[in-house]
């Protein structure tokens, strides 16, 4: 079983669509983030969600919307997709204030 | 707040050598160190963690990191190289409640 899986791999559309991305865990764990990694390999936090509360929304444009239906998943919504939008994004889980993370395999988003 | 910078963007080296990949953080408190690894297409991998206790850490795949609080810097090694550990590795520090991570370095093994 994989602990951290995302769907799908991967994600073309055109600028303008609307698309969701999902993640479930099966680690037990409380809390859930997702990143972007940038064509430069850069990480960075988009949010986190600790048993279904948001804890971190860090600047990112509010066509993103997360939501997470149980402590097991978080689905990212992404409306009016922009050609900047393109990237790999990856969910993690984390158990309390462990900061060890496990990631996802990835989702890579391709906006034309 | 707390930042990380990895020294070296990309370190080639051949097969069988010694590797050192360099990062250093800033942080006002107390932080635990994390080294990733992400093999291309694929999600990062925990290969060490420092939380505290002995500043030498082993992990993963024979590599090793040492913190050091005195020059803020938690450098991983490996003494002797493998093709197959061509990827790119991130170092990351506990900020707030995520992981903050470096820029990545890309190591390039070759025969």
């Known amino acids: 079983d994989t602990a951290v899986s995302q769907t799908p791999k991967y994600l073309v559309t055109q600028m303008g669509n609307d698309k969701s991305i999902k993640c479930e865990q099966n680690l037990g764990h409380d809390t859930m983030y997702w990143y972007k990694q940038d064509s430069k390999k850069f990480l960075k936090i988009m949010f986190s969600?600790?048993?279904?509360?948001?804890?971190i929304n860090e600047t990112v444009p509010n066509r993103f919307s997360p939501k997470s239906p149980d402590k097991a998943h978080l689905n990212l919504h992404i409306n009016s997709l922009e050609l900047g939008d393109s990237a790999v994004y990856f969910c993690?889980?984390?158990?309390?204030?462990?900061?060890?993370?496990?990631f996802g395999s990835g989702t890579q988003l391709s906006v034309l | 707040a707390q930042s990380v910078t990895q020294l070296d963007s990309q370190v080639p080296v051949f097969e069988e050598a010694p590797v050192e990949l360099r990062c250093n953080y800033s942080s006002s408190v107390s932080v635990y160190l994390f080294w990733y690894v992400q093999y291309p297409n694929q999600g990062l991998q925990l290969l060490l963690k420092y939380l505290s206790g002995s500043t030498l850490v082993k992990g993963i795949n024979g590599f090793e990191a040492e913190f050091n609080k005195s020059q803020t810097s938690f450098h991983l090694r490996k003494p002797s190289v493998h093709i197959s550990d061509t990827a790119e590795y991130f170092c990351a520090v506990s900020g707030g409640t995520a992981l903050i991570f470096g820029k990545g370095t890309t190591l390039s093994v070759s025969s």
């Open positions: 993690a889980s984390s158990q309390g204030g462990s900061f060890e993370l496990f």
């Open positions: 969600y600790n048993n279904k509360e948001l804890i």
